[in-house]
């Protein structure tokens, strides 16, 4: 039985009527009316719950010509079809009714098997159809799907050898706080209003397909007048149709010279241009070239590479030292991850990190490193060397896509640690997602035993709103934070309001990336408690830092003010850091004294 599919019968002869609805009621639901008035007032209610219309043509009130000009001029019902019945067999009637838009045609009397052979042949064309429609266009916005658009990009290139295209893809800067901030609905409206001026702006002489989220791809014949002034009427265009709020649109363009390399990489290569000038202030398009082809050949060859760096320990781990400023004690130290890679050598993370965080496997990293260091915190122990903890980085990836706690209380648990030992820093910009999820998570954790730290506060996400709703032990002051404040009168500093607020939410503040001794003063002046960067000592391996924590000032520091420092850090993400910057590579105290 296909019960669920409609049939809608618009005959005002009750006998014809009937008989139609005694042939087709064993498959489907048939629904009746006397004229296109009512057929009209039907299909407001079902509209594509539909599957068919049987129409006659002479009936009173509204005819079947009549009807067909309403329906046909309405886009909801423009996909159902319509048989019309007639008692005519004239070539020019079927003619008639095919031009008003009519499927198909047939004549009585009736004959079931012919009547239900043609419902059931038109209604699976108009499924299949449907379907169709729904690969090779958007959802949202009606522009080719993207699986669509590479396969008439391809057409288009195969049948026209001789002509010269470039591929264009657009990216909105921001989409997900756009999303955040005005809800779905207003950014689908968005992506509505850029799929409507692409195509209009291309017209003819190009085709558009959304890629997904806030993607859009574009073919078009070659042009070598690309100019800012472009893009900006198009982003203008876009914001008056927006309420006028300051959407920003970045533009990649690849220009096709070899058709061998595949459609899915020239749009790969358009939008590696589009993202090369992301937050870039009145850069609006940029041309794919030689130095993108580089980045994205070096990308390619770190994900190859990246599994069997892992497995061969190519990853090491590094320690800088971090120091108290109150009496110059060094309270521990910030770990951030190598690569030491066979043929390029030792590689910073700036390097291969945001690679890993693209493509996920900043996850197996991350658990690496933690591994790592519970290691050397049991060895040292073992050793008899100071207590110490050390903070390890956690990304959004590892709080979403793993058992987070389960993981981290495992290892601990392994090598004989308490969980305080292993501290937890959390990038700010991590925090800009406020889910329930990370709240909830960083906040078990905390209860476990393991300290929250806010890395690089400061660097453009911060909010106070941010500081009382997220379960956090440590602030870190970042590089850029600490060069901002230095340039300023230390009257019109926010340094010591920062520490205030700290200490009122029994905080301890650490400052990340120090390199001259005015930021030092500075920093011990407004009150801050830690502090770490090149003017103390560059990131060294483990053995190197091994020692500075068994030198007998080092100890004795450590045991007398063990309780209040929160230790070490282990921030392996990235190294804001100066190379020039001095290079001292014992304990603090040394600097300290020169200041007083």
């Known amino acids: 039985m296909l019960l669920d599919k409609k049939i809608l019968v618009v005959e005002d002869n009750e006998i014809n009527r009937m008989t139609l609805c005694a042939i087709l009621s064993s498959q489907y639901t048939v629904l009746e009316v006397e004229n296109g008035a009512q057929a009209l007032a039907v299909l407001e209610k ?21 009807f067909l000009r309403h329906f046909k001029a309405d886009s909801r019902f423009a996909s159902i079809p319509v048989i019309v019945t007639t008692s005519n067999d004239r070539e020019e009637d079927e003619v008639t009714a095919l031009s008003y838009g009519a499927t198909d045609f047939i004549t009585k009397p009736y004959r079931a098997q012919v009547i239900l052979h043609r419902a059931a042949s038109i209604i699976h064309l108009r499924e299949t159809s449907a379907l169709l429609n729904q690969i090779q266009y958007d959802r949202v916005t009606g522009v080719y799907s993207k699986e669509f658009f590479y396969q008439q990009v391809r057409d288009i290139l195969f049948r026209n050898p001789d002509m010269k295209y470039d591929i264009l893809c657009s990216d909105i800067e921001n989409f997900k706080l756009i999303n955040d901030s005005f809800g779905v609905s207003a950014g689908d409206r968005l992506l509505k209003q850029v799929a409507k001026l692409c195509t209009r702006s291309l017209g003819d002489r190009g085709i558009c397909g959304r890629l997904g989220a806030d993607q859009f791809a574009c073919l078009l014949e070659h042009r070598e007048d690309y100019v800012d002034e472009m893009f900006t009427q198009t982003d203008d265009r876009i914001n008056n149709g927006f309420h006028d709020q300051n959407v920003v649109m970045k533009y990649g363009i690849y220009m096709v010279e070899d058709r061998e390399v ?66 110059g004690r060094l309270a521990g130290a910030e770990a951030l991850v190598r690569w030491n890679h066979p043929e390029w050598g030792l590689q910073p993370p700036a390097e291969f990190i945001p690679v890993f965080e693209r493509n996920g496997f900043i996850t197996k990293l991350d658990q690496y490193v933690w591994e790592r260091v519970c290691i050397l915190l049991r060895d040292w122990d073992r050793k ?67 300290i929250i730290e806010m890395d690089d506060f400061g660097s453009g996400y911060s909010s106070l709103n941010m500081l009382t709703e997220m379960p956090i032990d440590v602030l870190k002051l970042d590089m850029k934070f600490i060069q ?36 030092l003063e500075r920093l011990q002046n407004g009150g801050c408690d830690y502090a770490q960067g090149y003017y103390f000592a560059k990131p060294m391996p483990a053995e190197a830092f091994e020692k500075i924590l068994t030198a007998p000032s080092s100890i004795g520091a450590i045991e007398a003010g063990q309780t209040a420092a929160p230790e070490a850090s282990a921030g392996y993400r990235k190294e804001e850091t100066n190379e020039n910057s001095n290079d001292c590579l014992g304990d603090f105290a040394g600097v300290l004294q020169r200041l007083v």
């Open 262 to 327: 595949p459609v899915e990489q020239m749009c790969d290569r358009a939008l590696l241009a589009a993202q090369s000038i992301k937050g870039r202030y009145g850069k609006h398009f940029a041309l794919y070239d030689d130095e993108l082809r580089g980045t994205l050949l070096r990308r390619q060859a770190i994900t190859d590479g990246m599994e069997n760096a892992l497995v061969t320990g190519q990853f090491e781990v590094y320690l800088q030292p971090k120091y108290q400023i109150r009496d």
């Open 484 to 519: 901002t404040e230095i340039k300023r009168p230390a009257s019109q500093g926010i340094l010591p309001f920062i520490v205030s607020l700290a200490r009122w939410m029994k905080l301890s503040v650490v400052a990340e990336g120090v390199e001259t001794r005015e930021q």
């Open 46 to 66: 079902y509209r594509e719950g539909i599957s068919l219309i049987l129409l006659d043509i002479q009936m009173p009130v509204m005819d079947g010509y009549t």
């Open 384 to 450: 008899g060397y100071p207590c110490i903890s050390i903070s390890v980085n956690v990304s959004r990836m590892d709080i979403h896509n793993v058992d987070l706690a389960a993981v981290l209380t495992g290892l601990v648990e392994r090598y004989g640690l308490s969980p305080s030992r292993l501290h937890l820093e959390i990038t700010e910009s991590a925090y800009t997602e406020t889910s329930r999820q990370l709240i909830e998570t960083l906040g078990n954790l905390r209860k476990m035993g393991f």
